[in-house]
């Protein structure tokens, strides 16, 4: 993985911030100007990156920042919140350098959740697979990951939770039973599964990949549609195609033993 320049760094948090859509900061510790400019082109940077993958947002962000030391990681913990705002808390350990937060998935992976709204529990595995196939997808955007390199930790995510899918029973039944063991896991990147085969069929059929369809998304759906199903069908509509919905229906009712797919 590579970092960024600084000086590029810097130029995307400025577009960021002139941009309709906001970042907005609140510090709910205490940090240094040092910090909070560190954080701030860390996060501002991945923004960047995510707006030039899949669209504008079309609302503001709200981030709240909170101080997490002696974890052992610079980001221990990240949630998002759908209410009243769009909001994501980050639990983060200043004292690691850029690097080490621009070369990590988490912000790319929380700042991916707000593209489709709060589905649920009962099928927390599609948004969670959503936000787990994105984190790579926007980790290129940001120059932190080459294609060789993305497609290497798919592999290696799917290859790690295959033994789970490989009987009679369906993907979205197994991945809710998995978040029950807490063996999360094996629920997020068997959700994942869906969306790398829909992005893999995309290309094969149309030459375009799914990231494509979310600026149409986002601008006519992303306020209105709701559930699993209405985020699927609102994707698909953007095209043409039903793929998403059949994957969709694989993953509710077929075998996961013939529907989960590993990367070639």
């Keep these: 993985m590579r970092l960024f320049s600084i000086v590029f760094i810097l130029f995307?948090?400025?577009?960021?911030?002139?941009?309709?859509?906001?970042l907005i900061y609140t510090w709910e510790d205490e940090f240094?100007?040092?910090?909070?400019?560190k954080v701030q082109t860390w996060l501002g940077a991945t923004y960047k990156a995510v707006q030039s993958k899949i669209g504008e947002y079309p609302f503001d962000v709200y981030l709240h920042i909170h101080l997490k030391e002696g974890k052992g990681e610079h980001c221990p913990w990240?949630?998002?919140?759908?209410?009243?705002?769009?909001q994501i808390f980050f639990h983060i350990d200043p004292s690691y350098s850029l690097e080490d937060f621009m070369n990590d998935w988490t912000a790319p992976h929380e700042m991916s959740h707000l593209a489709i709204p709060y589905i649920g529990e009962k099928e927390a595995w599609y948004a969670?697979?959503?936000a787990s196939f994105m984190q790579y997808q926007i980790m290129m955007e940001m120059s932190v990951m080459t294609k060789a390199e993305a497609d290497s930790a798919y592999h290696a995510k799917f290859s790690g939770v295959e033994k789970y899918y490989q009987n009679k029973n369906s993907i979205g039944p197994i991945a809710v039973e998995k978040r029950e063991e807490r063996n999360f896991k094996a629920m997020y990147?068997?959700?994942a599964n869906l969306f790398f085969q829909w992005n893999e069929q995309l290309l094969k059929i149309n030459n375009q990949d799914l990231c494509s369809l979310f600026p149409s998304y986002l601008d006519c759906c992303r306020k209105k549609a709701r559930g699993v199903d209405g985020v699927t069908n609102s994707l698909d509509e953007v095209i043409g195609y039903t793929i998403g919905t059949d994957l969709l229906?694989?993953?509710?009712?077929?075998?996961?033993?013939?529907?989960?797919?590993l990367p070639n």
């Design 12 to 22: 995307s948090f400025v577009l960021v911030s002139n941009a309709q859509s906001k």
């Design 32 to 37: 240094s100007e040092a910090e909070k400019e």
């Design 78 to 86: 990240a949630n998002t919140w759908r209410y009243p705002k769009q």
């Design 128 to 130: 969670e697979g959503f």
């Design 189 to 191: 990147w068997g959700g």
């Design 249 to 261: 229906h694989q993953f509710r009712e077929g075998q996961s033993k013939s529907t989960f797919l």
